[in-house]
C-alpha cells in the first residue's frame, strides 16, 4: 500500500462514521496536494482533514484518531501495535547510525519511553523539550523494555501546551562495570536544604563546612547496548554492601583513610551482574530494589537460534 | 543531552575469536581527543570491551617498571591483558591473583604491530574484579547473544547488497560495511565461535545453586 492510500485509509476510517466518503476521494485530495502541490504528508493530511471536519461540521475533538489508538506511556506492553501519543521530548540522543534520523527519550504524566524516527521517513524534527501530538507510532519491544518508533505514516503536531512527565521507573539489567567517583564514604554539606557532597572539606556553595558522613555509590551499569548510570543511596548501598555507615566509618577510622570505602565496594561489585529497578532521575536511576543475577544462565533457548541461523 | 556533552561508550560483549581479530583501529573525527574505535568483524565499533574468562597466566614482563601481562582464556581463544604504571588497581590485581580465577574485565582494546608486520590486540584494564563461575557463564551467555545480533545484522545487511541497484533502500549499516572492506574473515566464523562457546557451558552448569 502506498503511503498516500495509507493515510487516506487513516482519515477515511476516522469520518466514515459521520459522512458518506470513499477512500479513493480522500487519496485524490491528499495525491492533489501531495503529489502536485508537493505538501509535507502531515500538512496535507491536517488540510484533508479540516476539509472533511468542516464539511461533517465536527469539531476535531470529535472523531476518533482511526486505526491507532490514544494511549498514555504507561499503557504501552505490547510491541507492534499503532497509537498515538501526546509526549513531551525530554532528551534527544545521538543516533548511532545514518537510517536514525532521531532517537530520545519522550515522556507524558504517566512515564517516560524510548523513540526512534527513522531518516528514510522524512518527518519534521522534533525539539528537546517540545510537546507533541504523535499519530500513528508504532511500538516495539526489546528485551522487555518498550519504545514507539516514528514511521513514514506518523502525523506530528506540536503543541503549545506544557505537559507535566511522570517520575518513570526504569529496569536495568546488566553488569556493573565501573564505580565511578564520589562513591564510598563521603561527605555532605550541613547546611539545611543544601546536601552537597564535599570537596576536600569544601562546599562549592558554602566553603569550608564540618560535613556529615554518608554512604553512597555512583556506578554504570551496561548490558553491552547502553550503559547506565545508577546512584545507590545509604540505604540502598548499605544492602548492596553489607556494609553499614557506622562500620564504614569505624574502617575509614583504622585506616586514617576513607577511600579504603570505595576501594572494598568495588572490589565487591565491580564485575556482577545485577538487575535495578527504580525511578529515573535525569541521566541516573536511583537504584530502589536490586538483585544480583546470580542464577544459572540459559546456554539452550541460544544455542538452538545459533544453529538455525 | 545535547550532541557536544561526552556519553559514556558501553563496554561491548565480545568473544577471545573476535577480539583478536579487530586489528583495525579508527577514530570518528579528527580531534585528538576523539575516542579510539576498534572495529569489530561482525560490524560494530568498540571503545570499550568487558570480558569474563580464566586468568590462566601472570607475569612481569616490564624492564624498568612493572609491567603486568595477564591471559585470559573464553571459550573461542585467549585476551592478552597488559597493566603497568598507569593502571595500578588492574597492575595490582594481576600481581595479587593465584592463577586459575575467573576474572572480569573492564578495559580498552589496543592495537600493535609487532616486527614482522602482524598486528595484535590486546586489552588494556580500567578494573579487574575476581568473579564466580556463574558470572562467566552468564557472561558468555550474553556475550553469545550480542554476537549473534550482530551476525544478523551484518547478515541482513549484505543480503541487501546485492544486486547493487537495489542499494537505495537498504538499511545502511556502516561498520558492517567497513567491516568487510577491511577484514578477509567471514563473519560465519564467529557464529561458529558461538556455537562452540555455549557448548562449552552447555551441561556443565549445575541447576542446583552452588555455594
Known amino acids: ?41 502531515d500538512e496535507a493530511r491536517r488540510s484533508v482533514t479540516n476539509h472533511y471536519l468542516e464539511e461533517a461540521g465536527l469539531e476535531r475533538e470529535d472523531i476518533s484518531s482511526g486505526s491507532s489508538e490514544h494511549v498514555n506511556v504507561e499503557d ?62 508504532v511500538t516495539d519491544e526489546y528485551q522487555g523494555r518498550y519504545s514507539v518508533k516514528l514511521n513514514s505514516t506518523t502525523v506530528i503536531e506540536e503543541l503549545e501546551e506544557e505537559i507535566e512527565v511522570g517520575d518513570d521507573t526504569s529496569e536495568v539489567e546488566g553488569a556493573l562495570v565501573d564505580m565511578q567517583s564520589g562513591s564510598g564514604l563521603i561527605k555532605r554539606c550541613p547546611v539545611e536544604g543544601c546536601t552537597r557532597v564535599l570537596q576536600n572539606g569544601r562546599c562549592s556553595e558554602h ?34 554492601t553489607g556494609l553499614s555507615l557506622e562500620e564504614a566509618k569505624e574502617m575509614a577510622m583504622d585506616a586514617l583513610d576513607t577511600t579504603i570505602v570505595a576501594d572494598e565496594i568495588a572490589d565487591d561489585i565491580v564485575g ?25 544462565a540459559d546456554a539452550e533457548q541460544l544455542l538452538i537460534k545459533a544453529r538455525s541461523m | 543531552m545535547s550532541g ?45 570491551v568487558f570480558v569474563v574468562g580464566t586468568l590462566t597466566e601472570t607475569e612481569d614482563v616490564g624492564e624498568e617498571s612493572e609491567y603486568w601481562r595477564g591471559r585470559v582464556v573464553d571459550p573461542t581463544g585467549t585476551f592478552f591483558v597488559y597493566a603497568g604504571q598507569y593502571q595500578p588497581e588492574a597492575a595490582a590485581a594481576l600481581r595479587d591473583t593465584e592463577p586459575p580465577a575467573y576474572a572480569a574485565v573492564v578495559g ?20 579487574i574484579a575476581i568473579v564466580d563461575e556463574a558470572t562467566r557463564d552468564r557472561w558468555v551467555v550474553e556475550t553469545a547473544e550480542r554476537t549473534l545480533e550482530r551476525v544478523e545484522a551484518f547478515e541482513e545487511w ?6 547493487p541497484e537495489s542499494g537505495s533502500t537498504a538499511p545502511t549499516n556502516e561498520y558492517a560495511k567497513m567491516a568487510r572492506e577491511r577484514y578477509d574473515s567471514p563473519v560465519v566464523n564467529y557464529r561458529n565461535d558461538v556455537i562452540q562457546a555455549l557448548e562449552s557451558i552447555e551441561g556443565t552448569q549445575n541447576p542446583e545453586p552452588t555455594t
Open chain 1, 272 to 296: 556482577t551482574y545485577y538487575r535495578i529497578e527504580g525511578p529515573t532521575f535525569g541521566r541516573y536511576v536511583l537504584a530502589d530494589d536490586v538483585s544480583e543475577l546470580d542464577g544459572p
Open chain 1, 76 to 137: 504501552v506492553d505490547e510491541p507492534e501495535q499503532w497509537i498515538d501519543l501526546t509526549a513531551k521530548v525530554i532528551e534527544l540522543w545521538d543516533p548511532r547510525s545514518d537510517s536514525v534520523a532521531q532517537v530520545g527519550l519522550l515522556g507524558d504524566p504517566t512515564g517516560t519511553i524510548k523513540f526512534t524516527k527513522w531518516a528514510k521517513s522524512d518527518l519534521p524534527s522534533l525539539e528537546e523539550g517540545g510537546v507533541y501530538e504523535l499519530r500513528n507510532v
Open chain 1, 1 to 41: 500500500m502506498s503511503d498516500v492510500r495509507q493515510h487516506a485509509d487513516d482519515i477515511h476510517d476516522q469520518f466514515s462514521d459521520h459522512i458518506d466518503v470513499s477512500v479513493d476521494d480522500v487519496e485524490d485530495r491528499l495525491s492533489t496536494l501531495v503529489d502536485e502541490y508537493k505538501v509535507p504528508m
Open chain 2, 108 to 127: 580498552k582494546p589496543r592495537t600493535y604491530e609487532t616486527d614482522d608486520g602482524t598486528v595484535n590486540v590486546s586489552l588494556r584494564p580500567e578494573s
Open chain 2, 4 to 48: 557536544a556533552e561526552l556519553t559514556r561508550e558501553v563496554a561491548r560483549r565480545v568473544f577471545a575469536s573476535e577480539f583478536n581479530d579487530s586489528t583495525y583501529a579508527f577514530k570518528e573525527s579528527d580531534d585528538e581527543r576523539a575516542p579510539n574505535y576498534a572495529l569489530l568483524p561482525t560490524g560494530d565499533r568498540a571503545n570499550r
Open chain 2, 158 to 163: 549484505e543480503a541487501e547488497q546485492e544486486p
Open chain 1, 207 to 240: 566553603g569550608e563546612v564540618e560535613g556529615e558522613f554518608d554512604l553512597r555509590i555512583k556506578a554504570v551499569v551496561d548490558d553491552g547496548i547502553d550503559a547506565h548510570e545508577v546512584i545507590f543511596d545509604k540505604e540502598a548501598t548499605e544492602e548492596l
